[in-house]
Protein backbone atom coordinates (compact mmCIF):
# COMPACT_ATOMS: atom_id res chain seq x y z
CA UNK A 1 0.00 0.00 0.00
CA UNK A 2 1.66 3.33 -1.05
CA UNK A 3 0.15 7.07 -1.20
CA UNK A 4 1.33 8.42 -4.84
CA UNK A 5 2.72 11.56 -4.78
CA UNK A 6 2.83 14.27 -7.47
CA UNK A 7 4.44 17.74 -7.92
CA UNK A 8 3.11 19.35 -11.26
CA UNK A 9 6.16 21.55 -12.32
CA UNK A 10 6.65 23.71 -16.02
CA UNK A 11 8.12 21.40 -17.93
CA UNK A 12 7.84 18.12 -15.78
CA UNK A 13 5.75 16.03 -13.69
CA UNK A 14 8.02 14.43 -10.51
CA UNK A 15 6.10 11.59 -8.84
CA UNK A 16 6.92 9.66 -5.72
CA UNK A 17 5.73 6.62 -3.82
CA UNK A 18 5.28 6.67 -0.15
CA UNK A 19 5.28 3.57 2.59
CA UNK A 20 3.10 3.79 5.61
CA UNK A 21 5.98 4.49 7.62
CA UNK A 22 6.54 7.93 5.84
CA UNK A 23 9.35 6.43 3.40
CA UNK A 24 9.89 7.70 -0.15
CA UNK A 25 10.27 4.17 -1.71
CA UNK A 26 10.30 4.83 -5.37
CA UNK A 27 10.18 8.13 -7.88
CA UNK A 28 10.76 9.22 -11.20
CA UNK A 29 9.53 12.11 -13.42
CA UNK A 30 8.21 12.37 -17.02
CA UNK A 31 8.02 15.30 -18.99
CA UNK A 32 4.39 16.99 -19.22
CA UNK A 33 3.12 16.86 -22.37
CA UNK A 34 1.54 19.97 -24.14
CA UNK A 35 -2.09 18.11 -25.64
CA UNK A 36 -5.15 18.44 -23.99
CA UNK A 37 -6.01 18.34 -19.82
CA UNK A 38 -7.16 14.35 -21.36
CA UNK A 39 -3.54 13.69 -21.73
CA UNK A 40 -2.97 15.22 -18.38
CA UNK A 41 -4.91 13.20 -16.32
CA UNK A 42 -4.24 9.86 -18.73
CA UNK A 43 -0.18 10.05 -17.23
CA UNK A 44 -1.23 10.10 -13.73
CA UNK A 45 -3.77 7.44 -14.60
CA UNK A 46 -0.95 5.39 -15.97
CA UNK A 47 1.45 5.98 -12.90
CA UNK A 48 -0.97 4.09 -10.98
CA UNK A 49 -1.96 1.46 -12.78
CA UNK A 50 1.80 0.65 -13.93
CA UNK A 51 2.86 0.83 -10.47
CA UNK A 52 4.70 -2.08 -8.00
CA UNK A 53 3.05 -0.76 -5.58
CA UNK A 54 -0.68 -0.77 -4.10
CA UNK A 55 -1.79 3.10 -4.45
CA UNK A 56 -4.39 3.93 -1.80
CA UNK A 57 -4.13 8.07 -2.34
CA UNK A 58 -2.83 10.23 -4.95
CA UNK A 59 -1.54 13.63 -3.40
CA UNK A 60 -1.05 16.61 -6.13
CA UNK A 61 1.13 19.06 -5.42
CA UNK A 62 0.06 21.73 -8.02
CA UNK A 63 0.82 25.62 -9.39
CA UNK A 64 -1.89 28.29 -9.31
CA UNK A 65 -4.92 28.84 -7.06
CA UNK A 66 -6.02 25.60 -5.79
CA UNK A 67 -9.74 25.81 -4.40
CA UNK A 68 -8.79 22.63 -1.57
CA UNK A 69 -12.52 22.68 -0.51
CA UNK A 70 -13.85 22.19 -4.09
CA UNK A 71 -10.70 21.02 -5.91
CA UNK A 72 -11.13 23.26 -8.47
CA UNK A 73 -7.27 24.87 -10.26
CA UNK A 74 -8.60 28.22 -10.46
CA UNK A 75 -5.75 29.11 -11.63
CA UNK A 76 -3.67 26.10 -12.74
CA UNK A 77 -0.14 27.91 -12.95
CA UNK A 78 1.44 27.64 -16.62
CA UNK A 79 -1.00 24.40 -17.08
CA UNK A 80 -3.71 27.33 -18.54
CA UNK A 81 -5.90 24.19 -20.03
CA UNK A 82 -6.87 23.07 -16.40
CA UNK A 83 -7.62 26.67 -15.21
CA UNK A 84 -10.91 25.73 -13.53
CA UNK A 85 -11.12 21.90 -13.69
CA UNK A 86 -12.02 20.06 -10.79
CA UNK A 87 -8.44 18.29 -10.51
CA UNK A 88 -10.34 15.52 -8.18
CA UNK A 89 -13.46 15.00 -9.82
CA UNK A 90 -11.62 14.82 -13.57
CA UNK A 91 -9.09 12.40 -12.40
CA UNK A 92 -11.29 9.84 -10.55
CA UNK A 93 -12.70 9.28 -14.14
CA UNK A 94 -9.87 7.82 -14.93
CA UNK A 95 -9.52 5.46 -11.73
CA UNK A 96 -10.65 3.20 -9.33
CA UNK A 97 -13.17 5.06 -7.16
CA UNK A 98 -11.52 3.88 -3.95
CA UNK A 99 -8.41 5.62 -4.54
CA UNK A 100 -8.57 9.49 -2.41
CA UNK A 101 -7.07 12.58 -4.03
CA UNK A 102 -5.79 15.09 -2.54
CA UNK A 103 -4.31 18.60 -4.28
CA UNK A 104 -2.55 21.40 -2.72
CA UNK A 105 -0.86 24.58 -3.85
CA UNK A 106 2.60 23.30 -4.44
CA UNK A 107 3.75 26.40 -1.73
CA UNK A 108 1.59 25.70 0.79
CA UNK A 109 2.22 21.93 0.68
CA UNK A 110 6.08 22.90 1.45
CA UNK A 111 4.79 24.88 4.73
CA UNK A 112 2.91 22.17 5.64
CA UNK A 113 5.76 19.63 5.60
CA UNK A 114 8.03 21.97 7.09
CA UNK A 115 5.20 22.22 10.08
CA UNK A 116 4.54 19.01 10.40
CA UNK A 117 7.97 17.26 9.95
CA UNK A 118 10.48 20.05 9.15
CA UNK A 119 12.25 23.36 10.55
CA UNK A 120 8.90 24.47 11.30
CA UNK A 121 7.61 22.29 14.17
CA UNK A 122 7.60 24.62 16.96
CA UNK A 123 6.88 27.65 15.46
CA UNK A 124 3.44 29.03 15.57
CA UNK A 125 4.07 32.16 12.72
CA UNK A 126 6.09 31.87 10.06
CA UNK A 127 6.43 31.73 6.32
CA UNK A 128 7.71 29.98 3.21
CA UNK A 129 9.87 31.48 0.65
CA UNK A 130 10.66 29.18 -2.18
CA UNK A 131 12.59 30.93 -5.64
CA UNK A 132 12.50 28.76 -8.33
CA UNK A 133 10.76 29.20 -11.82
CA UNK A 134 8.99 32.17 -9.89
CA UNK A 135 8.98 33.22 -6.09
CA UNK A 136 6.08 31.30 -4.47
CA UNK A 137 5.11 31.37 -0.66
CA UNK A 138 3.05 29.96 2.02
CA UNK A 139 1.95 31.47 5.26
CA UNK A 140 1.24 30.21 8.70
CA UNK A 141 -0.32 32.50 11.21
CA UNK A 142 -1.45 31.09 14.74
CA UNK A 143 -0.51 27.33 13.60
CA UNK A 144 -3.19 27.77 10.90
CA UNK A 145 -2.33 27.93 6.75
CA UNK A 146 -3.48 31.07 5.62
CA UNK A 147 -5.02 30.67 2.23
CA UNK A 148 -6.82 33.97 1.25
CA UNK A 149 -9.87 34.72 -0.01
CA UNK A 150 -9.68 33.75 -3.54
CA UNK A 151 -6.49 31.05 -2.33
CA UNK A 152 -4.12 33.38 -4.12
CA UNK A 153 -2.24 34.18 -0.30
CA UNK A 154 1.48 33.98 -0.73
CA UNK A 155 1.80 35.03 -4.44
CA UNK A 156 4.93 36.70 -3.38
CA UNK A 157 6.20 36.81 -6.48
CA UNK A 158 3.47 39.05 -8.46
CA UNK A 159 5.17 42.14 -5.74
CA UNK A 160 6.17 45.07 -7.41
CA UNK A 161 9.81 46.43 -5.42
CA UNK A 162 11.74 48.39 -8.21
CA UNK A 163 8.78 50.44 -9.76
CA UNK A 164 11.55 53.37 -10.63
CA UNK A 165 13.77 50.81 -12.37
CA UNK A 166 12.15 47.70 -13.57
CA UNK A 167 8.21 49.31 -13.64
CA UNK A 168 5.40 46.74 -12.93
CA UNK A 169 7.91 43.72 -13.31
CA UNK A 170 7.57 41.59 -10.42
CA UNK A 171 9.62 39.70 -7.92
CA UNK A 172 9.03 36.55 -10.49
CA UNK A 173 11.32 38.36 -12.94
CA UNK A 174 14.03 40.44 -9.87
CA UNK A 175 14.17 37.65 -7.38
CA UNK A 176 13.34 34.28 -8.38
CA UNK A 177 16.39 31.11 -9.59
CA UNK A 178 15.73 32.02 -12.83
CA UNK A 179 16.28 35.86 -12.57
CA UNK A 180 19.73 35.18 -11.20
CA UNK A 181 20.06 32.72 -13.82
CA UNK A 182 19.21 34.63 -16.50
CA UNK A 183 21.38 37.72 -15.59
CA UNK A 184 24.32 35.26 -15.14
CA UNK A 185 24.05 33.57 -18.43
CA UNK A 186 23.87 36.77 -19.69
CA UNK A 187 26.81 38.08 -18.61
CA UNK A 188 28.91 34.93 -19.57
CA UNK A 189 27.21 34.81 -23.21
CA UNK A 190 25.90 31.20 -22.76
CA UNK A 191 22.55 30.05 -22.58
CA UNK A 192 20.13 29.96 -19.38
CA UNK A 193 19.51 25.91 -19.49
CA UNK A 194 23.33 25.15 -19.41
CA UNK A 195 23.34 27.22 -15.93
CA UNK A 196 23.12 25.41 -12.47
CA UNK A 197 22.68 27.72 -9.27
CA UNK A 198 25.56 26.00 -7.19
CA UNK A 199 27.66 27.04 -10.19
CA UNK A 200 27.00 30.63 -10.04
CA UNK A 201 27.36 30.64 -6.10
CA UNK A 202 31.04 28.83 -6.69
CA UNK A 203 31.74 31.76 -8.65
CA UNK A 204 31.57 34.30 -5.83
CA UNK A 205 35.20 35.26 -5.68
CA UNK A 206 34.61 36.72 -9.28
CA UNK A 207 33.73 40.56 -8.83
CA UNK A 208 30.86 40.19 -12.00
CA UNK A 209 29.72 37.19 -10.05
CA UNK A 210 29.61 38.72 -6.69
CA UNK A 211 27.88 41.70 -8.31
CA UNK A 212 24.60 39.66 -9.88
CA UNK A 213 24.58 37.66 -6.95
CA UNK A 214 24.66 40.92 -4.51
CA UNK A 215 21.59 42.59 -6.90
CA UNK A 216 19.51 39.62 -6.59
CA UNK A 217 19.80 39.02 -3.12
CA UNK A 218 18.70 42.63 -2.76
CA UNK A 219 15.49 42.34 -4.42
CA UNK A 220 15.06 38.32 -2.56
CA UNK A 221 16.15 40.53 0.98
CA UNK A 222 13.39 43.42 -0.09
CA UNK A 223 10.50 40.73 -0.34
CA UNK A 224 11.40 39.47 3.20
CA UNK A 225 11.38 42.62 4.60
CA UNK A 226 8.02 43.86 3.08
CA UNK A 227 6.70 40.33 4.30
CA UNK A 228 8.30 41.40 7.64
CA UNK A 229 6.26 44.55 7.71
CA UNK A 230 3.21 43.10 6.97
CA UNK A 231 2.87 39.87 9.60
CA UNK A 232 5.54 39.86 11.81
CA UNK A 233 6.57 36.39 11.40
CA UNK A 234 9.13 34.25 13.81
CA UNK A 235 10.79 32.44 11.04
CA UNK A 236 11.46 32.62 7.27
CA UNK A 237 11.90 29.14 5.55
CA UNK A 238 13.84 29.27 2.04
CA UNK A 239 13.21 26.70 -0.56
CA UNK A 240 13.99 26.01 -4.34
CA UNK A 241 17.00 24.38 -5.06
CA UNK A 242 19.10 27.81 -4.93
CA UNK A 243 18.59 27.22 -0.82
CA UNK A 244 20.89 24.00 -1.01
CA UNK A 245 23.65 26.77 -1.05
CA UNK A 246 25.10 27.38 2.31
CA UNK A 247 26.06 30.85 1.22
CA UNK A 248 22.51 31.54 0.58
CA UNK A 249 21.62 32.77 3.90
CA UNK A 250 24.44 34.87 5.06
CA UNK A 251 24.02 36.50 2.03
CA UNK A 252 20.46 37.22 3.25
CA UNK A 253 20.98 37.77 6.29
CA UNK A 254 23.93 40.48 5.06
CA UNK A 255 21.55 41.90 2.75
CA UNK A 256 18.39 42.19 5.56
CA UNK A 257 20.95 43.60 8.51
CA UNK A 258 21.84 46.69 5.79
CA UNK A 259 17.96 47.90 5.87
CA UNK A 260 17.40 50.36 8.26
CA UNK A 261 14.29 48.68 10.04
CA UNK A 262 14.84 45.61 10.00
CA UNK A 263 16.16 45.22 13.73
CA UNK A 264 12.34 46.22 14.44
CA UNK A 265 10.81 43.08 12.21
CA UNK A 266 13.66 40.86 12.85
CA UNK A 267 13.00 36.78 11.93
CA UNK A 268 15.23 33.99 11.68
CA UNK A 269 15.74 33.57 8.11
CA UNK A 270 16.57 29.31 7.67
CA UNK A 271 16.59 26.98 4.63
CA UNK A 272 13.73 24.02 4.40
CA UNK A 273 14.45 21.43 5.60
CA UNK A 274 13.45 19.13 2.65
CA UNK A 275 16.20 19.59 -0.63
CA UNK A 276 15.97 17.42 -3.81
CA UNK A 277 12.43 15.61 -2.85
CA UNK A 278 10.84 18.83 -1.28
CA UNK A 279 8.01 18.63 -3.67
CA UNK A 280 7.37 15.04 -3.20
CA UNK A 281 7.72 15.54 0.82
CA UNK A 282 5.63 18.39 0.39
CA UNK A 283 2.86 16.72 -1.23
CA UNK A 284 2.86 13.45 1.13
CA UNK A 285 2.97 16.05 4.06
CA UNK A 286 -0.10 17.89 3.04
CA UNK A 287 -1.81 14.92 2.45
CA UNK A 288 -1.30 13.90 6.09
CA UNK A 289 -1.64 16.85 7.31
CA UNK A 290 -5.44 17.12 5.62
CA UNK A 291 -5.88 13.77 8.13
CA UNK A 292 -4.81 15.77 10.97
CA UNK A 293 -6.72 19.34 10.14
CA UNK A 294 -3.15 20.88 9.48
CA UNK A 295 -4.20 22.53 6.65
Not at 85 to 109: A, G, K, P
Amino acid sequence: MAVLTVDVGQKYIRYGFFDRNDNLTGKGQYQISNGSANTFYESLAKLVKESDFEVTAISISFPGFIDVKRNIAIRAGSLRNLDGHNIVEDLHHYLNNDIEIFIENNSNCAAIAEKLNGNAQDVHDFVVMTLGNGVGGAIFINNTLLRGIGYSAGEFGMMISDYSGHGYDSEHFLASAKALIASYSEMRGIPNDLVEEFQIFSELDDPQVKKIVDQWATYVAICIFNIACTLNPQKFLIGGSVSQNSELIPILNNKLAGIPNWRDFQAEIESCRFYDDASLYGAYWAYMGSKKDVS
